[in-house]
């Protein structure tokens, strides 16, 4: 998974304690589509930004069809950013792979996050953005154990997010990257209930 993630200490902090979720609509790929174009969100998540590409790999979870979610992050009401959520069980592939690294408990999940706007990357944000994620996952998956994260070991900025929302790192080992030109070191971090 690629995550992306600003530093912390000079964001707005009503912006920070604002932070809410409302799952991807159709109406929100454009706004998605511009982000994943921005090149802080680009080099990490390696992911076509045309509206058939978001269309096409978007789609079948905000209609349903696939399993995970694809939540708009907002400040204010105001679109900021992009969570996924989902069981790690749900991809056996994906767990496969983590699993050679760490011991992985039934019902964890896992994030993916994204702060879409350029000029809010650098603020705090994204530890923002992870706890909130965090805190909603506990709320609504009363079953899970455990959140765990993979990120790229290069990714420094979004893995210091993750220690500075509360994870911890316990583990790293070759993961297959998002972006091919990154190495395939990651970090895997871990936070129980």
């Known amino acids: 998974m690629s995550a992306v993630a600003g530093d912390p200490g000079r964001s707005d902090p009503l912006l920070k304690d604002s932070i809410e979720f409302r799952p991807l609509e159709f ?62 069980g749900d991809f056996p592939d994906y767990l496969v792979e983590i699993s050679r690294h760490t011991s992985i408990p039934p019902r964890t999940m896992t994030l993916d996050y994204l702060i879409g706007e350029p000029e809010l990357v650098g603020h705090g944000l994204g530890t923002a953005l992870v706890k909130a994620a965090i805190r909603s996952t506990w709320s609504e998956y009363q079953s899970a154990i ?19 929302a509360g994870m911890t790192r316990v583990a790293e080992g070759a993961i297959t990257p998002d972006n091919p030109v990154d190495d395939s070191l990651h970090y895997i971090y871990r936070i129980d209930r």
């Open 146 to 164: 455990a959140i765990v994260v993979p990120v790229v070991a290069s990714n420094e900025a979004s893995w210091r997010a993750l220690e500075r």
């Open 27 to 88: 109406r929100d790929f454009p706004v998605l589509a511009r982000w994943l174009a921005e090149p802080h969100v680009s080099r990490w998540w390696n992911h076509e930004y045309t509206i058939d590409a978001v269309e096409r790999d978007f789609g079948p979870t905000a209609r349903g069809e696939k399993r995970g979610e694809d939540l708009l992050a907002l400040a204010r009401s105001t679109p900021f950013g992009l969570v996924q959520r989902s069981r790690l």
